[in-house]
């Protein structure tokens, strides 16, 4: 008898930053107000990782350690550790490399995958065909960014937006069904030129040249994001329910990226789904890029069952999006 391997969610984990930037401090450094923020962003606070010499995979290592630690499985039973980051401790070593090192998971391999605020999606895809290959048994994708490393803090356009934190997941084997169902994910570098960081790449190297333009933080052009990001979000969640033969009772939560409150209601709106099936913490922990989807799942996992349908839709700088289609497997 053939038995389908599946790659099953088996485990949560996530590290959150001790410090609180609250809307009140940014008023102090930008010219912006409380009311504002939350009208068009729904964020009230975000998380900052303070402290010298912290990157990174200071971040992820205690994801991972507790993702194995509410498996029950220690680090070293790990077979492959996937990071999903565009703010990696550095260019190489690989943050998963050092992530690993860190956390103890001295038996695994791995890699970092750079899709901005899809990465997760993109990393939970490819940690998916690990598993279903047969070839590995326990595989963690962690989303972590340190976005305050590159947020321009007199952007007031920008500098409201983002947090830093990591959290992810373990897959393993299922013979059940439940797991990862379907990934419908695009790509398109259009976006390339309305959400970047310009130098510290093999185009622009850093020089003083490109210090003294403030090109090593974050550039967004606001306006074509946004448009391009309510349509493509909502489009890949509604077109993967389509093909999966899915109505909106089907559905037990959406779990959007954490960008924008309104784009989120713009996903959920073309879905057909009510609030009360959204998960949402942005107005917590603001946008934390690759992190955000998981730091939703370990937020609500007491409110997930075995068997639950859930969507998890993501758009990100590229431009990149997409959208997953999970059955919860405990």
């Given at each position: 008898m053939?038995?389908?391997?599946t790659?099953?969610?088996t485990?949560?984990?996530?590290?959150?930053?001790?410090?609180i930037?609250?809307n009140a401090?940014l008023?102090?450094?930008?010219?912006?107000?409380?009311?504002?923020?939350r009208?068009?962003?729904?964020?009230?606070?975000?998380r900052?990782l303070?402290g010298?010499?912290?990157?990174?995979?200071?971040?992820a290592?205690?994801?991972?350690i507790?993702?194995?630690k509410n498996r029950?499985?220690?680090?070293?039973?790990?077979?492959?550790?996937?990071?999903?980051?565009?703010?990696?401790?550095?260019?190489?070593?690989?943050?998963s490399?050092?992530?690993?090192?860190?956390?103890?998971?001295?038996n695994a391999?791995?890699?970092?995958?750079?899709?901005?605020?899809?990465?997760?999606?993109f990393?939970?895809?490819?940690g998916?065909?690990?598993?279903e290959?047969g070839r590995?048994k326990?595989?963690a994708?962690?989303?972590a960014?340190?976005?305050?490393?590159?947020?321009?803090?007199?952007?007031?356009?920008?500098?409201?937006?983002?947090?830093d934190?990591a959290?992810?997941v373990l897959l393993?084997?299922?013979?059940e069904?439940?797991?990862?169902?379907?990934?419908?994910?695009k790509?398109?570098?259009?976006?390339g030129?309305?959400?970047?960081l310009?130098?510290g790449?093999?185009l622009l190297?850093a020089s003083?040249?490109?210090?003294d333009?403030?090109?090593?933080?974050l550039f967004?052009?606001g306006?074509?994001?946004f448009?391009?990001?309510?349509?493509?979000?909502?489009?890949?969640?509604?077109?993967?329910m389509?093909?999966?033969?899915?109505?909106?009772?089907?559905?037990?939560?959406l779990?959007?990226h954490?960008a924008?409150?309104?784009?989120i209601d713009a996903t959920?709106?073309?879905?057909?789904?009510s609030q009360?099936?959204?998960?949402?913490?942005?107005h917590?922990?603001?946008?934390?890029?690759?992190?955000?989807i998981?730091?939703c799942?370990w937020?609500?996992?007491d409110?997930l069952?075995?068997?639950?349908?859930?969507?998890l839709a993501?758009f990100?700088?590229g431009?990149t999006?997409?959208?997953?289609?999970?059955?919860?497997?405990?």
């Amino acid at each position: 008898m053939n038995t389908k391997i599946t790659a099953a969610i088996t485990a949560i984990g996530a590290y959150l930053p001790d410090y609180i930037l609250t809307n009140a401090e940014l008023e102090k450094l930008v010219e912006t107000n409380d009311e504002w923020i939350r009208s068009r962003t729904g964020i009230s606070e975000r998380r900052i990782l303070k402290g010298e010499g912290l990157a990174t995979s200071d971040m992820a290592a205690p994801a991972l350690i507790d993702i194995c630690k509410n498996r029950g499985i220690s680090p070293e039973e790990i077979d492959c550790v996937i990071v999903a980051t565009i703010t990696p401790d550095m260019n190489f070593p690989s943050t998963s490399n050092l992530t690993c090192f860190k956390a103890g998971a001295t038996n695994a391999w791995g890699f970092d995958l750079g899709a901005a605020c899809s990465g997760f999606l993109f990393a939970l895809t490819t940690g998916a065909a690990l598993i279903e290959s047969g070839r590995y048994k326990k595989v963690a994708i962690i989303g972590a960014d340190k976005m305050s490393a590159i947020t321009d803090y007199t952007d007031r356009t920008t500098c409201i937006l983002f947090g830093d934190a990591a959290a992810g997941v373990l897959l393993e084997p299922n013979t059940e069904g439940n797991g990862v169902q379907d990934s419908l994910l695009k790509s398109d570098g259009i976006g390339g030129k309305y959400l970047n960081l310009k130098a510290g790449g093999s185009l622009l190297p850093a020089s003083h040249e490109t210090v003294d333009k403030r090109l090593h933080f974050l550039f967004q052009d606001g306006q074509p994001v946004f448009k391009f990001a309510v349509v493509g979000m909502a489009d890949a969640a509604y077109e993967l329910m389509q093909r999966n033969n899915l109505t909106a009772d089907d559905i037990r939560w959406l779990v959007p990226h954490q960008a924008n409150k309104r784009i989120i209601d713009a996903t959920a709106n073309r879905m057909g789904l009510s609030q009360d099936k959204i998960m949402l913490n942005i107005h917590k922990y603001g946008n934390t890029t690759a992190a955000t989807i998981p730091l939703c799942l370990w937020e609500y996992q007491d409110q997930l069952a075995k068997g639950d349908n859930i969507v998890l839709a993501a758009f990100g700088g590229g431009f990149t999006w997409g959208s997953t289609l999970v059955k919860w497997a405990y």
